[in-house]
């Protein structure tokens, strides 16, 4: 079996969307972290969008992430993913990421 190229550090969903972050282990440390880490949007239509980091920080228990596509508030249970609209999301282990993803997420990466 082949050797995943990634690791999965976060991954949030609902009906409509997920939202992934990954760390790439096909990379040297050495390389910009922007090239390292990614957060991905994926549509139900197995669709990829790269979100540009703007910046991380914690408030009340938290995480929060600015993209310039949006902001992304969660914790160890839920998340909201704000756009024009406000996303509700689960937060699930990112050892249960469904193959499916995953293997878009190679495919994105190769």
């Known amino acids: 079996m082949k050797k995943s190229s990634f690791k999965t550090l976060f991954y ?6 997920n939202i992934v972050e990954i760390k790439r282990l096909d ?14 949007l994926f549509g139900n239509d197995c669709s990829i969008q790269k979100l540009t980091f703007v910046s991380m920080n914690e408030e009340n228990g938290f995480q929060l992430r600015e993209f ?15 756009t024009e609209t406000s996303h509700a999301l689960q937060c699930n282990r990112p050892n249960e990421l469904p193959d ?4 878009l997420l190679e495919n994105y990466l190769t």
């Not at 949030?12 to 969307?17: G, I, T």
């Not at 440390?29 to 957060?39: G, P, Q, R």
């Open 12 to 17: 949030l969903s609902n009906e409509d969307v």
């Open 27 to 40: 990379l040297p440390e050495t390389a910009d972290k922007s090239d390292i880490f990614h957060w991905l």
């Open 68 to 82: 310039k596509e949006g902001k992304l508030r969660f914790n160890d249970d839920i998340g909201f993913y704000d």
């Open 100 to 103: 499916t993803l995953a293997s």
